[in-house]
């Protein structure tokens, strides 16, 4: 019995490997293109690639810059906690310091009592008004030169004020200054010296000068000139000289030739006026004491006797000798028959910035 066999056809080998080598090629495939995208995520040129790099330097850049701002904060930080310490350190000992010395204060005062502590309050105010009239001295007349004691206690505001390094005092010395009156002059001229030096009018020119150089500043110089129909200085042979006022010897000359002077002769306040101006430095201050107008000029006159209005231009003459910018402090004593010479002084005082007065008898 014949079997009965399949039989191979040539179409049917030839579909099934077609099939099956197009199968494996599409696995090949496949695995290609797998290795070839793992190979391009792995690879280092991929991550390097000139797109990428500028933004990975950059924050390269700026991760390394984070890190240094890092380490600075952490540095500031510990620096500011160690400056906290010290200060608190330091505000407990102030405190501390500031509770012991309250805790003496309060044990000084348990300890001292009322009384004693009212002592100390009464010494201290005691010292202050010391401090006062002691700082009020030294501004009205720095330390005294020379003591003067006057009659009485008086107190009068003169308004004279010493000041300046160099200060020239101008006496009258002319016969005028024996009295106020002009019958008294003319009867005291014809007396004898002494009691010409003991009129009443001089003696008050006297003290007058005694007061000005009580009220020299030690640091200052001075010179004094008397002055009639000539001008000399009281300490001899120093006309044209400043003179020390911490050198006693020379005031206590000064003043012996003052109270050895007698008033007499004219006045020629041109002369005083010119003297005053041939003293090298020129003055800071000058103080003339005199009563009235000059009755002698630079030129002598043929006149026996010299009018009111005479005398006024003499004065305006000798105003024009005084040095420059140099203030005049004037002092006129009284004498009658003369009506005009305060406003003319008082109007001198003023262009010079000095100042002017007419003192009472029992001044200073």
């Keep these: 019995m014949a079997r009965n066999r399949r039989q191979l056809t040539p179409f049917s080998l030839s579909f099934l490997d077609i099939m099956s080598c197009g199968f494996g090629a599409a696995v090949l495939l496949f695995l290609i293109i797998k290795h070839n995208i793992d190979s391009d995520v792995a690879t280092p040129e991929a991550i390097s690639a000139p797109d990428f790099q500028s933004e990975v330097s950059l924050l390269e850049e700026e991760i390394r810059l984070g890190k240094l701002n890092l380490v600075e904060a952490k540095n500031t930080i510990e620096e500011i906690k160690q400056q906290i310490v010290i200060t608190e350190g330091l505000a407990r ?39 006062k009239n002691l700082e009020k001295k030294l501004e009205e007349t720095g330390e005294a030169s020379r003591k003067f004691a006057g009659d009485g206690d008086r107190a009068y505001v003169s308004g004279l004020k010493m000041s300046g390094k160099r200060l020239l005092i101008l006496v ?68 044209g000289q400043w003179l020390d006022v911490r050198d006693k010897t020379k005031l206590d000359s000064a003043f ?109």
């Design 93 to 131: 000992k102030i405190t501390e310091e500031i509770n012991s010395l309250s805790g003496q204060e309060e044990a000084l005062i348990a300890a001292s009592g009322d009384t004693e502590l009212d002592s100390l309050k009464a010494d201290l105010l005691k010292l202050e008004q010391q401090k």
């Design 172 to 239: 009258d010395s002319s016969a005028s200054m024996l009295d106020e009156t002009i019958v008294n002059i003319l009867r005291r001229r014809n007396m004898s010296e002494d009691r010409k030096r003991q009129s009443a009018k001089w003696q008050h020119t006297i003290k007058i000068v005694e007061w000005l150089s009580a009220k020299f500043p030690l640091d200052s110089q001075f010179q004094i000139y008397h002055f009639n129909t000539q001008t000399n200085a009281l300490v001899a042979n120093t006309k």
């Design 256 to 364: 012996k030739t003052l109270n050895d002077l007698a008033p007499e002769n004219g006045t020629n306040l041109e002369k005083a006026f010119i003297a005053a101006n041939q003293l090298n430095p020129k003055p800071d201050n000058i103080y003339l004491i005199t009563d009235g107008f000059p009755t002698q000029g630079s030129k002598p006159s043929r006149k026996t006797t010299i009018s009111g209005k005479d005398r006024a231009n003499l004065f305006i003459k000798a105003v024009d000798k005084l040095p420059a910018r140099t203030p005049v402090n004037i002092i006129l004593t009284p004498i009658e028959g003369d009506p005009y010479a305060a406003i003319a002084f008082w109007r001198l005082s003023r262009a010079t910035q000095g100042s002017f007065m007419s003192p009472s008898k029992d001044w200073p």
